[in-house]
C-alpha cells in the first residue's frame, strides 16, 4: 500500500497552498511617514482655524465706522465761546487710545498729526474758532460718582458761553465688579432682572440730575450728547467666552439700562442719543465669525482695548464719527 504522502499525489498540498490569498507585502515606510504628516498637517491646521475663530481678535487699520458729510464742516458755525465738557468713565476720559490725541473727545475738538484723507478738517476746532475743552471723566467712575464728584466741579459760564457736553456713564455700573462681589446698585455684575428694577429707576433719576446740573452751568445754552452702552459679546451674553464669570441675565440687565438712555434722550430737546451700541455690534469678540449673526464683512475686525471694556484707536475713530455726524445735524441751528 502506497503510502498518502507520496509522490503519488502531488496536488493534495500544492493546490491547496497555490489557491490561498497571497500574503500582502509591506507598507514601504515612506509611505506610512507621507501619511503620517498628511494627517498632522490636517490637524494642525484644524486647530489653527478653530484657534482664530474662536479667539482671534485682529484689530485691522485704516479708518473705522461711518462716513462723516464734509459739507457742514466746511463753514464756521459760531464765532462765540463754547465749551467742549466731557462726563463719565475711561470711555470719554479715553483709556486705551494711543497717545497723540486718539480718544474720541481729542478728535471731536482737532485732528490728530496723521488723520485719515476723508477726516482732515473734520472735527469741532474748524467750525468753532472759540473751542474750549474740559474733560472731567474718570477711568472706573459708575454714574452714582459721575454725580457725587464730577458734578460738583461744575459752575456756571458766562451767558455768552455754550456748552457742547459728551457723556458716556453706566457701563461701570452693569459690569463692575466682574462677579467678584454680590450684585449690587453701581456693581451689578451678576445680578438677575429681578434684582435691579429699583436700580435702574435710581439710573434714570442721576441722568435727569447730571442733565439739571449741565443746563445750570451754560445759561447761555447748551445740548448733551450721551452714548449708550456697547457690548462687547455682539449681543450673544456669552461673557465667559472673555474670561468672566457667566451671567445669564446680562444681555437683559444692559438691555434695560439702555432703554433709560434712549428714553432719557427721547424726553428732552436737548438731549441727543448717540447709538455706540448699534455700531460696535461685530467688532466685539465673535468679529471673526463669518457666520455670526452681527458679522461685519467689510470690517470684520475688534474695536476694543486689552482690558475689553474701552475702545481701541480704531473703536475710538468710530466713536468721534458718530457724535461728529449727530453734532453737524444739531449745532449749527442752536448756535
Not at 115 to 143: H, K, W, Y
Not at 144 to 153: H, R, S, T
Amino acid at each position: 500500500m502506497k503510502s498518502p504522502f507520496t509522490a503519488t499525489h502531488p496536488d493534495h498540498f500544492g493546490t491547496a497552498m497555490s489557491e490561498a490569498a497571497p500574503i500582502p507585502e509591506p507598507v514601504p515606510r515612506r509611505h506610512r511617514l507621507w501619511t503620517l504628516i498628511a494627517v498632522g498637517v490636517v490637524l494642525v491646521a484644524g486647530a489653527a482655524i478653530w484657534i482664530h475663530y474662536r479667539y482671534a481678535r485682529p484689530v485691522g487699520s485704516g479708518p473705522a465706522g461711518p462716513n462723516v458729510p464734509r459739507a457742514p464742516f466746511q463753514t464756521t458755525w459760531s464765532e462765540r465761546p463754547v465749551i467742549l465738557l466731557g462726563l463719565g468713565d475711561s470711555v470719554t476720559q479715553g483709556l486705551g487710545a494711543s497717545t497723540g490725541g486718539y480718544n474720541y473727545f481729542n478728535r471731536l475738538a482737532k485732528n490728530p498729526t496723521d488723520e485719515f484723507a476723508d477726516m482732515q478738517g473734520v472735527c469741532l476746532s474748524t467750525v468753532l474758532p472759540g473751542l474750549e475743552l474740559r474733560n472731567l471723566a474718570i477711568s472706573g467712575t459708575t454714574s452714582i460718582e459721575c454725580v457725587d464728584y464730577q458734578l460738583p466741579k461744575l459752575k456756571p459760564y458766562a451767558a455768552e458761553a455754550y456748552g457742547i457736553v459728551v457723556m458716556t456713564t453706566g457701563g461701570n455700573d452693569v459690569i463692575h465688579n466682574y462677579g467678584r462681589t454680590p450684585p449690587r446698585e453701581g456693581a451689578m455684575y451678576g445680578a438677575t432682572v429681578d434684582q435691579i428694577e429699583d436700580w435702574v429707576k435710581a439710573y434714570d433719576a442721576r441722568l435727569e440730575v447730571i442733565a439739571a446740573k449741565v443746563r445750570t452751568t451754560f445759561p447761555g445754552g447748551c445740548h448733551m450728547f450721551i452714548a449708550n452702552i456697547y457690548d462687547p459679546t455682539d449681543g450673544d451674553g456669552d461673557i465667559t467666552n472673555a474670561g468672566l464669570p457667566a451671567w445669564p441675565d446680562g444681555v437683559k440687565v444692559l438691555q434695560a439700562y439702555n432703554q433709560v438712555i434712549a428714553a432719557f434722550a427721547a424726553r428732552h430737546a436737548d438731549v441727543t442719543l448717540i447709538d455706540m451700541r448699534g455700531e460696535f455690534l461685530g467688532h466685539g469678540i465673535h468679529c471673526t465669525q463669518f457666520w455670526h449673526h452681527a458679522y461685519r464683512a467689510n470690517d470684520p475686525y475688534y474695536w476694543y482695548w486689552d482690558n475689553l471694556e474701552d475702545p481701541n484707536d480704531r473703536g475710538y475713530d468710530a466713536l468721534r464719527r458718530l457724535f461728529l455726524i449727530e453734532m453737524a445735524k444739531v449745532l449749527p441751528g442752536e448756535l
